[in-house]
């Protein structure tokens, strides 16, 4: 019988691709996300001897990551102002693909309405299951996503008639010698 370590580490090798790939599309930078992704762990592994059904550990995860994001951005909010581009830029690049311009009008969405988006159109989750993951009304996840739906497409639309700099979209960092990505 594994112990609860060996168990929590083999969950966290499963779950951690997802995690970050998530925790990616909610604040749009990798190093970001892979903190993001370590606290969200950290958090999981205090939890680990809580979490009575290990087949609810990865919903649990879930909603953790979706807290750490929410709560790192209410504390960020008046600290830190980010910016869409680097400064000092060597060359303006090619026009932006769509991937790139969909992350850049995601960035633009509060964190609780790009979670909403997040979960519903990336993880493919159901307003019920939004709705819990969230922990608020479906008519809230509902709302939510046609205001942000609308906002993402005027944003893009806005993008599309813009000519302007672009560059390729941003790659996982890999970390691990050339692997594939998880």
Not at 49 to 58: F, G, K
Not at 80 to 93: G, I, K, M
Not at 107 to 126: E, N
Request: with cysteine.
């Amino acid at each position: 019988m594994a112990s609860h370590d060996d168990e929590f580490v083999e969950f966290a090798v499963a779950v951690s691709p997802r995690l970050r790939r998530t925790a990616f599309l909610l604040c749009g930078d990798w190093h970001t996300a892979q903190d993001l992704t370590q606290a969200t762990l950290a958090k999981l592994f205090v939890a680990w001897r809580r979490i009575s059904r290990q087949d609810a550990a990865p919903a649990y995860a879930m909603r953790t990551l979706l807290n750490t994001f929410l709560a790192d951005r209410r504390r960020r909010r008046a600290s830190e102002v980010l910016t869409a581009e680097l400064p000092d830029r060597a060359a303006d690049l090619a026009a932006p693909d769509v991937r790139l311009a969909v992350l850049s009008a995601l960035a633009t969405l509060p964190p609780r309405s790009r979670a909403v988006v997040v979960l519903r159109y990336w993880a493919d989750m159901s307003v019920q299951e939004t709705a819990k993951v969230l922990g608020c009304s479906e008519g809230n996840v509902k709302s939510q996503s046609a205001r942000a739906l609308e906002k993402l497409r005027v944003r893009l639309l806005a993008a599309e008639a813009e000519p302007g700099p672009g560059a390729r979209p941003p790659a996982e960092p890999s970390g691990r010698g050339g692997a594939g990505h998880g």
